[in-house]
C-alpha cells in the first residue's frame, strides 16, 4: 500500500542552523502538507502546497519556513535558522484531489526535531 | 478560528467497557476525519465522515457525523486492551483544505 516517507526520522540541529526536512509523499497525489506537533500539544497546520504553489499558510509559518518540490518525488521544510520552540515532530501528509471520494489525507511518520 | 473540541482528554476503563468520544466544533466542516496516533508516530487514518447524520462501522468502533456536520462521535463497544492509544478528530473545511485537529483523547484500556 502506497505510503508517505519522511527522512530523517530524528534530526538534532544547533540553534540558528538550517534545516532541511524531506518527504515523499504519495505518487499520484497532488496536494501537500506540513503539519507540526510540539511535544504534549496538539497537531499544527503549518503550510498547504499545490501545483508548485502555497495555497495556504498559517501564522507559525513565518519567513524563516520555505517549501519546495524540487522533483517529481520531493517535498521539502526548510527552517533557516532553528530556534528552540521549532523543536517538534513534523509531520507531512498528501492528499490525491479534491473530490469527495479522495479527501482524505494521509501522514508521514514524521520528523521529531530537537534544536539545541 | 476553527476549534474542535474534544472530550474526555483521558479516558480510563476496564477492557470489555463501552466508551465515547465526543468533537465538537461551532464550524461546519466538508468532511471530518478520526485517527489513530501512536507515540513518536504520524496518525494514522481511521474513518472519514462526509455526510451530515452519516454512521461508519469499523469493528467495534462506530463513527458518526452530525446533522450540521459540525460535531462527531467515536463509540467503541467492548474495548480491548489493544485499543489504547490518542484518538484525535480533524476537521476540513474544503476538499483540499487543511486539516484542523482537536486536542486528542488519551484512551488507557486496562485488562
Known amino acids: 500500500e502506497p505510503e508517505v516517507t519522511q527522512t530523517p526520522s530524528h534530526q538534532v540541529t544547533q540553534m540558528g542552523q538550517e534545516v532541511i526536512l524531506r518527504c515523499v509523499p504519495i505518487?499520484?497525489?497532488?496536494?501537500f502538507y506540513w503539519y507540526r506537533q510540539i511535544l504534549g500539544q496538539k497537531v499544527e497546520f503549518l503550510v498547504s502546497?499545490?501545483?508548485?504553489?502555497?495555497?495556504?499558510k498559517s501564522e507559525i509559518f513565518d519567513d524563516q519556513f520555505s517549501v519546495e518540490r524540487p522533483d517529481g518525488s520531493n517535498f521539502t521544510l526548510k527552517i533557516r535558522s532553528t530556534k528552540l520552540e521549532d523543536s517538534a515532530m513534523y509531520f507531512c501528509?498528501?492528499?490525491?484531489?479534491?473530490?469527495?471520494?479522495?479527501?482524505?489525507?494521509?501522514f508521514g511518520p514524521g520528523t521529531r526535531l530537537t534544536v539545541l | 478560528t476553527q476549534l474542535l473540541e474534544q472530550s474526555p482528554q483521558f479516558l480510563s476503563i476496564q477492557e470489555g467497557e463501552n466508551l465515547t468520544v465526543y468533537c465538537n466544533s461551532s464550524s461546519v466542516f466538508s468532511s471530518l476525519q478520526w485517527y489513530r496516533q501512536e507515540p513518536g508516530e504520524g496518525p494514522v487514518l481511521l474513518v472519514t465522515v462526509v455526510t451530515g447524520g452519516e454512521v461508519k462501522k469499523l469493528k467495534r468502533l462506530t463513527f458518526q457525523f452530525g446533522d450540521a456536520r459540525k460535531d462527531s462521535s467515536l463509540h467503541i463497544t467492548a474495548a480491548q486492551p489493544g485499543d489504547t492509544g490518542l484518538y484525535l478528530c480533524a476537521g476540513v473545511r474544503t476538499n483540499a483544505g487543511k486539516s484542523t485537529f482537536g486536542d486528542g483523547t488519551t484512551l488507557t484500556v486496562k485488562p
Open positions: 502546497f499545490y501545483n508548485n504553489e502555497i495555497s495556504e
Open positions: 501528509a498528501s492528499r490525491r484531489l479534491a473530490g469527495r471520494t479522495y479527501n482524505e489525507q494521509f
Open positions: 505518487s499520484n497525489h497532488l496536494y
